[in-house]
């Protein structure tokens, strides 16, 4: 456990700016900055970040927080272990207390996957520094590659002993359990039960997430052994932290230099990135010989918009920067190509030419992907029928872009180029779009059906189960018996009144809006934003109508005569991630009530727009009581003594209504009829 003193120290050290940016290009915009929303498929920048208030916010999903909450989002960990990546962002040393052992079983397995990762990275890595074998074979295969020392560590490559079972052996002794170290794919399992390690006698790649945790590696037979073996390569299967089509190899060693260049490299393998980083080139991934996919594009974009693929000029290199091409133009990436000469992949380019020779050449060929693909595809092509084929494939690639002003400007470049009337390719073109927007709207329709196939299914499923059989928690019961007001309203109208007053909590709940007021005994008192709705709502019994706004006013009130209290601060702040990510949006969203809901008198101060607030609160309470008592006298049939009490409680509730309609402003009378 992290001591209260230890949090308050990473929270004081932490700039959500230096955070977000580790998994979102930022561009400064007036105080804030803004990025690609890396929680949803985000065409224009919506992310904001304020490092006044310690807050990001993204306004299309809604999703954000605080640093600490940004991380448990966005890396699916728990509040303590946002805490310790953040604690070691800043180098601050956490002493925790020993975990019994009730808690050690209560860790996550992801979690635990990750801790095993971290032990086998260092065993790899240490074999390679350290052990005989190690020096004698996997460190003279990185230097027979022309890979410095300084790579290996900036890179963390290992080596695992020939033995098949050195790792879990050494894993086992070391207090790791079997189940993990099969979860992971470092080792599986003979039907004798007995583990055999997954790499034995390979030289390691390990995998960095985004964040810097290892969730894989890459194992590759020395030279010696890859003669008639079709693959050299060995991955991690797929685990609860590893899908080979969500990484990138070398994106967590690559991240800062592609924010500062805004431009990406994508090579095919491990040994082409690391290649490029001693040529000084740092801004390069590897999809590692699979096709791109839609959820890699999407990373990779968070950080620039800008790519080259990278790859030798055979016909393998070729076809494989033609794959997923259209995909990386859908996404609103700019794409360049380059391939290299003589068969060539960056890799054994680089140990035939300077690190100079590598830059410059890179820099000097690559070439815009359309005009590329119009190279290729049409070179050598005179039959006509092939010859329209070719361009409708061009202008296939031109119509899937997103932005109008870059299709038109492609499209007139082609026109160009292939002497063709550019009215011609420009009618291809939105037959094309025409026909992808139907597919999407079918893909939509399908989707939706699916979805309320499903809804019905967990209706049937739920069938004979009624909301009034449901237990009520004790902070939603309704004592109805107390007070004509403890009806919680439940409509449209009353939700977004809620919504108005905690958020006025959220951003004004410690402030000053009633001085010296007399009490029954004679006391002074002063009253906050909190302290006032709390008061008024407790005459009552009333409370809101979600349980997470009553935890919210309830805070606020018993913290907020405390020191330095700030609502905003606190509950921005809030351990609590659902009450931490409400507040984040209610201090973004400037919520506004609806015409219908408007007052034509303008509260002219805090003051008295909390009591108009709170008004407008109890009023809806009433009205929904109105409706509820009409609703009853519908079904009440000829029962002329419960019809009569029925009345009698309608014009009470009738005369409550207009009183509070007078207080609130007479003309609201008329808005609501």
Known sequence: ????????????????????????????????????????????????????????????????????????EHEQITYPEA?????????????????????????????SMFIINEWAKKYFHDLLSEDGDGQAIGKQYFRSRGIRDDIIEKFQLGYALSRR????????????????LIKTGLCYQRDDGTLVDRYAGRVIFPWFNVSGKINAFGGRLLDSRTKGVQQKYVNSPESDIFHKDHELYGLYQAKRAISKEDCVYMVEGYTDVIAMHQCGLENVVANSGTALSVSQIRLLH????????????DEAGIHAAMRGTDMLLKEGMNIKVLLLPDGDDPDSFSRKHSAQEFVDYIRENQTDFIAFKTQLTLKGVTDPIKRSEAISGIVRSIAVIPDQITRDTYLHQCASDLRMNEQTLIDTMNRFIRGFREEEAKEAEREKRRAEREAERVAEREAGTTETEAPLREDESLQKDESLLSIIPTNEKAHLVETLLIQNIVRHGEEIIFDNVETEDGMTIRLSVSQYIHYDLQQDKLCFSQPLYNRILSEAVEHNNEE?????????????????????????????????????HKPASLKQYTIHLILDFRLNIIEQRMKEIQEQLKQVGSDMEQIRSLMEEYRDTQQLRDVLARQIGSDIIATRR
């Open 165 to 180: 079972d050195a790792l879990s052996t050494a894993a086992l002794k070391a207090g790791y359990q079997k189940e993990f």
């Open 302 to 313: 968070r950080f620039t918009s800008n790519i080259i693929l990278l790859y030798d000029g």
């Open 564 to 600: 330095g209290f700030k609502a905003e601060h606190y509950f921005s702040h809030h351990p609590d991630v659902e009450i931490s990510r409400l507040a984040n949006q209610l201090i973004f969203n400037r919520y506004q009530l609806s015409k219908s809901l408007q007052m034509e």
């Open 1 to 72: 456990m992290i001591d209260r003193q230890t949090v308050d120290r990473i929270l004081d050290a932490t700039n959500i700016v230096d955070v977000v940016s580790e998994f979102v290009t930022l561009r400064k915009t007036g105080i804030n900055y803004k990025g690609l929303c890396p929680f949803h498929d985000d065409k224009t920048p919506s992310f904001i970040v304020s490092p006044a208030k310690g807050i990001c916010h993204c306004f299309a999903c809604g999703k954000g927080g605080t640093a600490v909450s940004f991380l448990m």
């Open 83 to 111: 805490l310790r990546w953040l604690a070691k962002k800043y180098n601050i040393e956490i002493e925790e207390r020993e975990l019994s052992d009730d808690e050690k079983r209560e860790q996550s397995s992801r979690e």
